[in-house]
């Protein structure tokens, strides 16, 4: 059972990743995360001593799982590759729609407003972005792709759909990730077929 130290931290980056999805990394304040998380005030430099810096980490590591249990989820009912592919999209495409265009992916968020400017957020964006490329690769040697090809290919289609995310946001409408889930589908689907015709 977790202690009530142990909850308020977790209030606290719950807190951090939403309001860094409304209101950017830079437009969100400490004050701000302790009133939406209702903790007591001493609470977020008790749990993160770096503050905000340190919350950051925690709310895109916590973004981090909440995408890969996604991920991990739809590729258990999807028949292959290009289905999982199609069937996260879609997923996200629900989130973004449900939200009203105001949840995206904070990662991104993050990694554009401080990427250049504080190397322990730009390594806790990286190490999120490979930890949905990898199970990608993973799928698709399954299917028979080569390990380089598959790393090449699962980093296009994490970087296609994260641009669509962005783009759905910015015309308000789901448009960009269905067509990104096309092409990706379309991606997958004739890099298997090559593999499959050269066996």
Sequence with gaps: MASKGDLTKARLAESM??????????????????????????????????????????AVELATKQFEALIGEVAVSAGGPAEAARAVIDALASIVSDSDFRLGCPVSVVTLEMGADNDRLRQACASAFESWISPTVAVLEVSGVSAEEARSLATVVVSTIEGAVILSRAMRSVQPLRYAADMVVDLINQRCRTVGGKR
């Excluded at 977020?44 to 919350?55: A, I, N, T």
Aim: net charge negative.
């Design 17 to 58: 990743l939403e309001l860094i999805q409304t209101s950017g990394y830079s437009g969100t304040g400490l004050n701000a995360v302790i009133e939406h998380a209702s903790a007591p005030k001493g609470s977020v430099y008790f749990h993160f001593p770096d503050g905000k810096v340190g919350l950051g980490v925690a």
